[in-house]
């Protein structure tokens, strides 16, 4: 009969390593680095999500207050036609 350390080492597994302290922290460190790392980049991208939104809001306001503008000026020579003040 095989043994089952033999069936585990001929299906190339091992007995998992147990880790030191100092391994433990290290690895800690690293996972907490990729958190914040994580962290940070989302941050930068919801920091650029909203500037382009608030771009894209200025803009729009900026062409709609042409817009008016425009239909005031069109609606006020249509009632003094003969007024050119330019």
């Known amino acids: ?31 907490a680095d990729e958190r914040r790392d994580k962290f940070e980049d989302t941050a930068k991208r919801e920091r650029r999500e909203k500037a382009d939104k608030d771009e894209k809001r200025m803009a ?15 609606a006020e020579e249509a009632l003094n036609p003969g007024d050119d003040e330019s």
């Open 60 to 74: 729009d306001q900026i062409e709609r207050q042409r817009r008016s503008r425009a239909k005031k000026r069109k």
């Open 1 to 31: 009969m095989v043994s089952l350390k033999n069936l585990f080492r001929t299906a190339g597994w091992s007995k998992p390593k147990v880790l030191t302290e100092a391994e433990k922290q290290d690895v800690f460190a690293v996972e």
